[in-house]
């Protein structure tokens, strides 16, 4: 009795622009828009109800190795150049940008966004910056009060130390301060840090670290100015760690490394700080070496890989069993991103119903503007961004310079 084999997984959209390797992907304004950054240090804002470009500029002059966001209008970038800037680009701003693909060479001339800040940091290690709003309390004048109506609030900053390569920096923005610093620990011979990442609750800190041993690590810094202390390291990579996530429940982190070993690991929480078991969770044999770019949706169902194979992997958070492989870039892919899972309290069935009324409503709607000859342009517009904000969408870049979106579950 034969079975008859399905076809591939094909990507629902291909976004083609880049003429470098795509190193960086990240998702803004509520999922309408998607930032791509290249080996080149261009930075592209897609339109992603449109799948077109609505702001273009060369971020930095080397690679661009991580995207992210501060509030509504603030992009932060960082780029082997040893720079972080955070732009300014709102909305509003786009209609002065630059459409101009890198793949079709914009002008030298083309418009940055506003500059806010720029750090000099360590970009040696091949490796991307991580955030978190500051958990500590500001503190409060009239000035400050005005301040938070119109401004993000402040963040922290990780990345590597700018003279110990096993060490860490961590900034706080705006200020610009140096916040505190977590020094190599000379007791284990870790090499290089790879991947960082972190999270603030309250006035306490913890910082993930992964190494080019394949040691990973966690530092809590229990009160302001306090010295960090390692509650936890491990070796579950017999190659250097490439990425690492930590799980939206807060509870516990994801690292890949050059090895084909997946790892979950505990993660210290402010109530049970100091009961953390010395050991991971579960350590995965996936026999795919070379997963990069890991990344948890933000509902912690599932987490993706970026593989050297050029596979995107996509692993359930709960069992770390793998779930699906998406085949389609000819080159190795370098990193990934899931669009934000807006938490409406409706199951799927009941999410499509929605959205097949709120289309037959639309559709009535626009047959009442027809015959009352009104343009219906702005009603189609708010059904393709309504769509582009539900869509459940992972974004992965690749060497190829194409970036593929895909609709996960």
């Known amino acids: 009795m034969s079975s008859e084999l399905l076809p591939p ?12 390797q795509v190193h960086a992907v990240h998702f803004i304004h509520g999922n309408t828009r998607l930032l791509t950054g290249d080996a080149d240090g261009w930075l592209v804002s897609w339109n992603l109800a449109l799948k077109r470009p609505v702001a273009v500029w060369r ?4 690679a661009i190795l991580g995207i992210g966001s501060w509030g509504d209008d603030r992009i932060i970038t960082h780029g082997r150049d040893s720079k972080l800037a955070i732009w300014q680009l709102g909305l509003e701003d786009e209609e002065a940008m630059e459409k101009t693909l890198p793949v079709n060479k914009p002008p ?58 096993g060490g860490i920096d961590i900034y706080q923005l705006p200020s610009e301060s ?17 991947a960082v990442a972190i999270q603030a609750e309250s006035t306490k800190l913890q910082v993930v670290a992964g190494y080019e041993s394949g040691h990973t690590m966690v530092f809590v810094q229990s009160d302001p100015g306090a010295q960090f202390q390692r509650l936890y390291s491990a070796q579950p990579h017999s190659q250097p760690v490439l990425s690492i996530a930590i799980s939206p429940s807060r509870d516990c982190y994801i690292t890949s490394a050059a090895d084909a070993i997946v790892a979950k690991h505990p993660l210290p929480t402010a109530q049970g700080i100091w009961r953390t078991e010395l050991k991971p969770f579960k350590v995965v044999q996936t026999k795919h070496s070379g997963q990069q770019g890991l990344q948890i949706r933000s509902d912690g169902k599932v987490f993706a890989t970026a593989g ?37 309290g409706k199951t799927e069935t009941e999410q499509d119903s929605a959205v097949k009324e709120e289309e037959d409503d639309e559709n009535t709607r626009l047959d009442q503007s027809i015959v009352h000859q009104s343009s219906p342009i702005s009603t189609v517009q708010q059904r393709r961004d ?24």
Request: glycine fraction near 4%.
């Open 108 to 165: 030298s001339t083309a418009p940055q966004p506003w500059l806010l800040h720029l750090l000099t940091v360590n970009t040696s290690n091949f490796c991307s910056f991580a955030m978190c709003l500051d958990g500590l309390p500001q503190p409060y004048t009239p000035h400050t009060a005005v301040k938070a109506k119109n401004h993000s609030p402040p963040i922290l900053v990780v990345v590597p130390n700018t003279i110990d390569s």
């Open 308 to 344: 050297w194979d050029a596979r995107v992997r996509v692993y359930s958070a709960k069992t770390m069993k793998e779930v699906a492989v998406l085949k389609w870039h000819g080159l190795g892919c370098c990193t990934t991103a899931f669009a934000e899972v807006l938490d409406d």
């Open 59 to 62: 971020a930095h002059t080397n």
């Open 9 to 20: 997984l094909q990507p629902s959209f291909i976004l083609r622009g880049h003429s470098a």
């Open 386 to 409: 309504a769509k582009a904000c539900s869509t459940h969408w992972l974004a992965a870049g690749s060497k190829d310079g194409k970036v593929s979106l895909w609709e996960i579950y």
């Open 178 to 194: 140096r916040a505190a610093v977590i020094h190599a620990d000379r007791n284990i011979t870790t090499g290089m840090v790879m």
